[in-house]
């Protein structure tokens, strides 16, 4: 293992495992849809986590000993992250992504993580990437709708995509395929989401009448949905929720249950509601533009493969039991710190037919502006939706929750065959390595 694994700075992370899982089988990928895609994403090709467009088939196979790497410039590459190095989200991506850059380039590929935003703040880092302060980054794009107009349609609280992986699989298919112009300016290399949206509160609540008032923390692209309930949205930057639930300045937090643990607010915020209503945390990751073109084409091609086999064959695959399965929110739950509750499902469909208004009318207004694919991104979303949510369900994503809540949390945590996603249907823009 290469010794920059050790370098992540301000951050011990000797306890920390790469994690070698078996590959994801999965058919060749499936024609493009009628109509096809705009710009690519990376501008050369090849979208989001998407397939081997950069090569044609037969090329190389992305065998590093069957090509010219003479002219290869050997990475270091400063990667910004605003979360810590253990966040589970974070970690998944950045362990699996550095095995399989090394697998596949050697020596050619590496990155200095720094973690915390001790490079990038987690408002910063789109502009720090576009700036060439990191070369690349883990963003979360929530926090920004107003440059990602197609992207903030995955907040709307019409979406019920499922669990988690599900999610992040119909995130990089939904990407893939629409390849929106909102990311030319840089180079996305893969994405992430994070479904169910949590709602963790200080307080037991029954009716949607209950929020009226209530300061809620969210990211900006969820505000609305808060104000729709009745809720007053607070913008408060991920690092600052401890401090901002422990004061009592929000009284809740519109995220993941994870995200709650991560940050100890789960004392504070107690009460937990999967709300089913859009995509918590749609995150990803994107490179600087200049940097990207200024490696040879060969290089290029094999880093865009290094990100979607990392997604597509580890991240997937891993996403339920070393993300969902997370040990300090399961036994935060079975030490009663925290609570998983349901509300009724009549009242549940009321607060579902209060906010059902707001993606029909945002997509109205995307249209009225002018915005390219806007009717074309929520229709493909859909679509994306009723494939991946009967993939993995959200009644398995919960499944470790709930029974934590009973004290039955160890098994989960001590076999991952438990929460192992099934086989990939087809995915537009992505054949598995062993199918190639």
């Known amino acids: 293992m290469k010794k920059t694994m050790k370098r992540i700075l301000g ?28 710009a690519a994403a990376g501008g050369d090709g090849a979208a989001a986590g998407g397939g081997a467009a950069d090569a044609p088939a037969g090329h190389h196979g992305y065998d590093i000993n069957n090509v010219d790497t003479s002219d290869w410039v050997r990475l270091d590459m400063n990667y910004a992250t605003f979360l810590p190095a253990e966040n589970a989200a974070m970690n998944l991506n950045w362990t699996n992504q550095l095995a399989v850059g090394q697998e596949l380039m050697g020596e050619y590929f590496d990155f200095t993580l720094f973690p915390l935003g001790t490079l990038l703040s987690q408002g910063d880092s789109w502009e720090g990437v576009l700036a060439g ?27 019920n995509v499922g669990g988690t992986v599900a999610a992040t699989a ?21 994405v992430q989401a994070a479904a169910g ?30 104000t729709a309930l009745g809720a007053i949205p607070v913008n408060i930057p991920t690092a600052d929720v401890y401090d901002a639930a422990r004061s ?75 993300q969902d ?16 509750f349901t509300i009724d499902p009549v009242e549940h469909q009321r607060m579902r037919d209060t906010v059902a208004y707001l993606r029909d009318d945002y997509v109205a207004d995307l249209i009225a502006r002018g915005v390219p ?22 009644e398995k994503f919960m499944t470790p929750f709930l ?34």
């Open 248 to 322: 009592g300045l929000i009284e809740g937090m519109f995220w993941t249950i994870g995200a709650t643990v991560n940050v100890g607010a789960q004392t504070y915020l107690p009460y937990q509601w999967f709300s089913q209503m859009g995509t918590g945390h749609y995150l990803g990751v994107i490179m600087n533009r200049p940097f990207y073109e200024s490696l040879p084409q060969t290089q290029r091609e094999f880093l865009r493969e290094v990100f979607r086999r990392a997604m597509w064959e580890r991240i997937v695959v891993q996403q339920p039991h070393r």
């Open 170 to 190: 119909a995130f990089n298919e939904w990407m893939n395929i629409l390849q929106p112009a909102e990311f030319n300016d840089v180079v996305l290399l893969s």
């Open 11 to 38: 951050m011990t992370l000797a306890a920390l495992m790469l994690v070698a899982m078996v590959a994801a089988c999965a058919p060749a990928a499936p024609a493009p849809p009628a109509g096809g895609g705009g």
């Open 325 to 340: 399965v997370f040990p300090p929110a399961l036994e935060a739950l079975a030490a009663g710190q925290m609570e998983v």
């Open 403 to 436: 029974a934590a809540m009973e004290g039955d949390h160890q098994r989960f945590i001590d076999d991952p065959s438990l929460m192992t996603p099934p086989p990939l249907p087809e995915v537009y823009g992505w054949t598995p390595s062993a199918d190639r």
């Open 197 to 226: 949206t949590t709602l963790s509160t200080s307080f037991r609540w029954e009716r949607m009448e209950d929020l009226a008032g209530r300061q809620i923390g969210a990211m900006p692209a969820l505000h609305p949905t808060l």
């Open 373 to 394: 694919d806007a009717q074309r991104a929520a229709d493909l979303l859909d679509e994306m939706t009723d494939k991946w949510r009967g993939w993995y369900t959200m």
């Open 133 to 159: 302060t990191a070369p690349i980054a883990f963003v979360d794009f929530a926090i920004t709708p107003e440059l990602l107009p197609l992207t903030t349609l995955w907040s709307f609280p019409s979406n």
